[in-house]
């Protein structure tokens, strides 16, 4: 799978850019501020219809115009496609695959797959549980169509829990509605607990190996999956729940809480196991975070039987020597685009770049 362009019409600070990128591995380089990422978002939007940012439609389209497009053009299997994305102040994107509208975005994921590797990645470990599970989410979404589904089921009806929660107090005849929202709420998060914890599982398969060559064989990884609640007892915590949630006003049960660890046991003393999460030092906590996304690389691989487009965005900065040697050369025949604001790490660990970039103030020139 690689992207063989993308074109940006008022999209961030870019009035218009039509970029053809290489198979291999490009590079945008240039000062902070110029424009690199918002290339990078644009892509990733192309593939999971969503800043990596959370940023709104509107505080995405160019400052004094109503509307944005992005157009990318790849190529899967052989066979190209054109995504068409239309960006609008004030109303629901529009999203077209070759031409054709699609009426769910839903639709769109999985044409593309992305992985996405900033300097936030790295904080993945020691932030809340929310970065861990939208770290999961977003991988599954990708992956599987019954989860992504089964998981905008969910969060809109704990939206609309919440809200009868939140109203009963004026309207305590709603309080049936709680009945029939919480048995869709554990038929659609069964799904979800159940996808959540085979993907744990996968993911210690390939998180391992990784994490063993990255720390010199010195430690194990472990990533335990922590489920608010089991899928069996679900239904039965929901109800014994429910005075809680009315006096809280919120759903307090279901995988919408959940949570997983990163445990460590040195090679050295297998005996000693750590959660990193609260325990670790900034110096595992950032090995074990690129464990994670490393992972993710070899998770799209074994599962779409093909390499996903990895964007990485002025990451190598924020690694040490050999952590940015063993990410270049875990790339391979993947096509990489990646943001720097200097050429000096390729230049010093010799890295082949197939096409270069120069980035300034919303333009993008070719320098090869």
Do not use: W
Request: with cysteine; net charge neutral; proline share 2%.
């Amino acid at each position: 799978m690689i992207i063989k362009s993308l074109e940006l019409s008022d999209f961030r600070n870019y009035e218009n850019l039509k970029i053809d990128f290489s198979r291999g591995t490009n590079i945008l380089y240039g000062d902070n501020a110029q424009g690199k990422t918002n290339i990078l978002e644009a892509i990733f939007m192309s593939a999971t219809t969503k800043s990596h940012k959370g940023s709104k439609d509107k505080e995405i389209i160019r400052f004094g115009k109503d509307e944005a497009h992005i157009r990318t053009i790849l190529e899967r299997d052989s066979a190209e496609y054109r995504i068409d994305m239309h960006l609008r102040s004030s109303k629901t994107k529009g999203i077209a695959i070759d031409g054709q509208k699609i009426k769910r975005a839903s639709d769109l994921i999985g044409k593309l797959n992305v992985v996405f590797f900033s300097p936030e990645d790295l904080s993945i470990i020691k932030n809340g549980p929310s970065e861990r599970r939208r770290f999961m989410d977003m991988e599954l979404c990708q992956l599987d169509q019954v989860y992504l589904n089964s998981l905008s089921k969910y969060n809109k009806l704990v939206v609309e829990r919440n809200k009868v929660l939140k109203d009963l107090f004026e309207h305590p005849e709603n309080s049936v509605l709680l009945d029939v929202q919480d048995k869709q709420l554990c038929e659609y998060g069964s799904v979800i607990i159940k996808t959540r914890e085979k993907f744990i599982g996968d993911l210690n398969e390939i998180i391992r190996p990784i994490h063993d060559k990255l720390t010199g064989g010195k430690e194990d990884l472990s990533i335990y999956y922590e489920p608010n609640v089991d899928a069996a007892d679900f239904e039965k915590k929901l109800s014994t729940s429910r005075q809680r949630d009315i006096y809280a006003k919120q759903t307090t049960v279901g995988p919408h809480k959940d949570d997983f660890s990163f445990i460590v046991k040195r090679n050295s003393d297998k005996s000693e196991k750590i959660d990193i999460r609260k325990y670790g030092s900034q110096g595992q906590q950032r090995t074990a975070s690129l464990s994670l996304k490393l992972s993710e690389i070899e998770i799209v691989k074994k599962a779409k039987k093909e390499n996903p487009v990895l964007l990485l965005d002025d990451v190598l900065s924020e690694l040490d020597s050999n952590r940015q040697n063993y990410l270049l050369n875990t790339i391979g025949d993947i096509q990489t685009i990646i943001t720097c604001t200097g050429l000096d790490e390729f230049v010093n660990n010799r890295f082949e770049i197939d096409k270069l970039f120069k980035v300034t103030e919303g333009t993008v020139n070719s320098e090869n």
